[in-house]
DNA sequence: GTCTATAAAGCGATAGAC
DNA sequence: GTCTATCGCTTTATAGAC
């Protein structure tokens, strides 16, 4: 059935990907008009608040794919099938590389300020979840602690490397390496049965 | 002696930190104004290009910066005490993580592609001399390599979590870990005398 | 719910007075 | 070399026709 009328949720995903390719402040409502196919006074009438309600959504749908696919298996799935899940999830959510994460890109300017709370809550959870898993998995929790900061801060500066020089195969090679060193980290520190 | 005339050494730090601040598209005149006191008019005057020839002068001074007290360092001074005089070097460059790197920051978005030359470059010889000094110090050049590559991008991800959750001590600790592991790959690697 | 037309403000850029 | 004034153009945002 042919529906003519789009939704919030078909325009969304376009809208993030302007916000992503401009930035915040780049991404003007004519090249969001571009990238939708849906003009200006639409996108008013299904974002009353602008680009600011457009980000807000976006942010709050991006952390509830993460919330759903990757944090919730974390916290309460089996560890080592949640660990496993997360660097093939991840792999494909960026792209392997050709997609930039775009809450930490707007961590960087004064967007930031907008979108403070859920910038934190979404960097803050990962961390944790992914901490918990570890020790659930056999870890000690300072070690596991510093791993999971250690493996959020790569893949983002896996993101920004891989595009700085034009290599997307940098951000592969760094989540390979962050495999690796989970399974080095659980192998060594679980005790034998 | 008292200068009235401001010279281009004195605005272009200024006009960096509105850059760092609000993005390349974010940073207007009137916030570069207003940062720097000098009105747009004599703005245009020492950048007849406008904010393109700022930004690319402020990536020169960077590069330059970078060249002349990490890069050439690694590149042809004692091995070991170049990459202790990095670690200490980024710390204070990076404002111990209270400083975002503009160049990471560029690369992210649209503005990459003014600057691809200078964003790629900047990286690429971060990471090569990097790499080479790890081998001069002793390490397997594939294991120097790698240890180059997530170096480079520790930071560029430590810079952007500090950010995010509000805490300058996750790139500290990143910095520490990476001083770490570059002593245990060249304790591991280097053949006893 | 779609769109065009319009308003008011801000933008980069230029001209010219001092 | 400094600044203000101004020009076009684009921006966000609104109003209103269909």
New interface residues.
């Given amino acids: 059935m042919l529906r003519l009328t789009r939704e919030k949720s078909d325009i969304l995903p376009l809208v993030a990907e302007a916000f992503?390719?401009?930035?915040?402040?780049?991404a003007s409502f004519s090249q969001i008009t571009k990238l939708t196919g849906v003009s200006k006074g639409s996108l008013y009438h299904v974002f009353p608040g602008g680009k600011e309600q457009m980000a807000a959504e976006i942010l709050a749908g991006i952390n509830g794919w993460f919330v759903k696919n990757l944090f919730e298996p974390l916290e309460t799935g089996e560890p080592n099938a949640a660990l496993a899940h997360m660097w093939t999830e991840i792999d494909r959510y960026f792209h392997a590389g050709g997609r930039?994460c775009l809450?930490?890109?707007f961590?960087?300017?004064?967007?930031?300020e907008h979108f403070r709370a859920a910038?934190?809550d979404?960097?803050?959870r990962w961390?944790e979840a992914l901490s918990r898993c570890l020790v659930r998995a056999g870890a000690e929790p300072l070690a596991a602690s510093?791993f999971a900061?250690?493996t959020?801060?790569?893949?983002?500066?896996?993101l920004?490397?891989a595009?700085?020089?034009?290599d997307e195969a940098?951000f592969s090679?760094?989540l390979r390496?962050l495999s690796d060193s989970a399974e080095a980290l659980l192998a060594c520190q679980t005790p034998p049965h």
Avoid: K
């Fill in positions: 992503r390719a401009f930035g915040y402040e780049g930039i809450v930490g890109a961590a960087l300017d004064a967007t930031r910038i934190h979404y960097f803050n961390v510093a900061e250690h959020v801060l790569t893949i983002q500066g896996g920004i490397l595009r700085a020089i034009h940098v090679r760094a390496r």
